[in-house]
């Protein structure tokens, strides 16, 4: 009996290790391939630094090489400076398939002087409809800012300069679908979303200030790759405790009454019909426990 528990448990062990490894660090040439765009993905400095670039033909994009199943994804990013309405800058996650997964960070671009608006939005199980808007705290195309997707079994936290803004917990005790057993790819891409973006489709893409071009560098991810589809990696925690500490949740609430445009759980006239589950008061947990 003790012995065949043993065996089991090492079996468990070793099917972990073949089916999932650690990835530290980032490359933009070893971590990642061209989706699209062609030459408009320019790589550089040994792959510590990219920019991506729109012009009249084409966007531009890069995939991960690999599948990840939960980790923390930071990204240094300078977004399109002037006028940059009609354009979208994203770095997300997402697995392919039915039914999928993904977890957004987007930058509506803007004209000069208007301000960017961040979007995150989170699918699971192919449901999304959980957009959170927000503006930022600063010029995004003044300087490299670093955004973050730290996603592990008990929670997504999206992070601005080391600041959560969204914390989605796992609730799939009470029925809400949460991303556990997709793996997904990492995706930076520039493309035009004018027919969405800019005042919801009002304001769209001046091709006289093309080229457009997004600055990324530091790229790091301290992920789970998953070789084979389904892996799963329930060791990893993100490398952080799963719960924030008390001046992550202050300058949380800071960003939540001060910067929050658009919040999916305070829509009625969207749903109108009743709430998502998760965001039905009986269903809602502190967010900051
Ligand atoms: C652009 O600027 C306008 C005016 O300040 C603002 O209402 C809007 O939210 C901004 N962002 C987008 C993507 O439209």
Redesign the pocket.
């Known amino acids: 009996m003790a012995s065949s528990r043993c065996g089991s448990v090492s079996l468990l062990v070793s099917v972990f290790l073949a089916i999932t490894t650690l990835a530290l660090g980032g490359n933009f040439y070893e971590d990642f391939d061209n989706l699209f765009g062609d030459v408009r993905v320019d790589i550089k400095d040994a792959g510590q630094s990219m920019t991506l670039t729109m012009d009249q033909y084409s966007g531009s994009g890069i995939v991960s090489k690999n599948e990840y199943l939960f980790g923390r994804f930071d990204m240094q990013i300078k977004l399109v400076p002037g006028n940059s ?1 009609g354009t979208v800058t994203a770095f997300y996650l997402s697995s392919q398939g039915e039914n999928h997964d993904e977890i957004d960070i987007e930058f ?4 000069t002087g ?4 961040l ?1 995150t939005n989170i699918y699971a199980n192919g449901v999304g409809g959980r957009e959170m ?1 927000y ?1 930022l705290w600063f010029d995004p195309t003044e300087d490299f800012h670093t955004y973050s997707i730290d996603w592990n079994p008990n929670r997504i936290i999206i992070l601005v300069d080391d600041i959560p803004i969204r914390v989605m917990l796992n609730r799939a005790s009470i029925g809400v679908a949460f991303p556990t057993s997709r793996p997904m790819r990492l995706y930076t891409t520039l493309w035009n979303g004018d027919s969405w ?4 489709g009002a ?1 769209k893409l001046d091709l006289s200030n093309a080229p457009f071009v997004a600055s990324f560098k530091n790229f790091n991810a301290n992920a789970c790759v998953a070789n084979q589809g389904g892996a799963r990696c329930k060791r990893f925690n993100g490398g952080k405790s799963s719960i924030l500490g008390q001046e992550s949740k202050k300058k949380m609430q800071g960003v939540l009454s001060k910067w929050v ?1 658009y919040d999916y759980c305070r829509d009625l006239r969207r749903y109108a019909h009743g709430l998502p589950y998760e965001c039905r008061k009986e269903n809602q947990f502190d967010q900051f426990q």
Request: proline content about 6%.
């Open positions: 309405a509506l671009g803007n004209l208007d301000p960017y608006l979007s808007q503006y973006a800019t005042r919801w304001v445009v």
